[in-house]
């Protein structure tokens, strides 16, 4: 058991959940442009990112590796896994759809990506597009789904990305109600830091990627929080 304050990115590295959480510290830095990087023939996975890979592919999961490791890699060789179940679709935030489009694509040269928003990405409807092309990846941002919210969960999506999924991690907004009604074959989370300030920051990820097994925050909560009661008649959290 680690206390919080050990964690910078604020998630303790234990046994929260190694069913849905995996999670790499004290890797090498790896900085990887779009422009530069070589077809998927050509691509050499790093150890630990082949680990996340088979780590992730049977299982919903939160990628919570630190910055700089290759997290978008990941996320594009496990979704492809499932990519004959439906469309995939990832939500970023807007300066990163580009980033995703550009990887997608590196990685594999003939998949189909539509980034909403962008001109000349597709002049049909999206939920056309969803249907006519089932293998392919749908990339839009945080504020488009909470503008679609209640048209978007009418696709089943073969597989969801949530990049940044700190964005869900304060389960009252409705960006975390928008994503959490989307339908979807399979699931994945991707963060360096999954928790701030509160173990219901995590929960409310753990939550979108497993809710019959994070269906209770309090029961969450006595299970995986390490605390003591204080003098005022609170709770102290020493770890997670």
């Known amino acids: 058991m680690l206390p919080i304050a050990e964690h910078p990115a604020g998630l303790a590295r234990q046994h929260v959940d190694q069913a849905c959480v995996r999670l790499v510290r004290n890797q090498p830095p790896r900085t990887i442009s779009p422009e530069t990087r070589s077809p998927l023939e050509q691509i050499t996975l790093y150890p630990y990112q082949t680990e996340a ?47 995703w489009s550009a990887s997608i694509l590196a990685q594999y040269p003939e998949s189909r990506v539509y980034v909403a928003g962008v001109a000349g990405s597709s002049d049909m409807d999206w939920k056309q597009w969803a249907r006519l092309r089932p293998k392919a990846w749908f990339i839009t941002h945080f504020d488009g789904i909470r503008r679609t919210w209640g048209e978007m969960d009418k696709v089943l999506w073969g597989g969801v990305i949530v990049d940044e999924a700190h964005h869900i991690r304060n389960r009252k907004t409705l960006t975390a109600q928008s994503i959490k009604q989307l339908l ?7 963060t360096a830091s999954p928790m701030e300030r509160s173990p219901a920051d995590l929960w409310s990820i753990l939550n ?33």
């Not at 979807?184 to 991707?190: D, M, P, Y």
């Not at 269906?215 to 959290?237: A, K, L, P, Q």
């Open 184 to 190: 979807s074959r399979k699931r994945l989370a991707i």
């Open 208 to 240: 979108w990627l497993a809710p019959k097994q994070f269906t209770s925050y309090w029961r969450f909560f006595d299970r995986f929080v390490d605390y003591e009661d204080n003098y005022f008649g609170g709770r102290t959290i020493k770890g997670v």
């Open 53 to 99: 890979v088979s780590f992730l592919a049977d299982r919903d999961g939160l990628l919570g590796d630190d910055c700089g490791l290759g997290k978008t890699v990941v996320g594009i060789e496990v979704m492809t896994k499932v990519l004959d179940l439906g469309p995939i679709l990832i939500v970023c935030n807007k300066r990163a759809k580009e980033w």
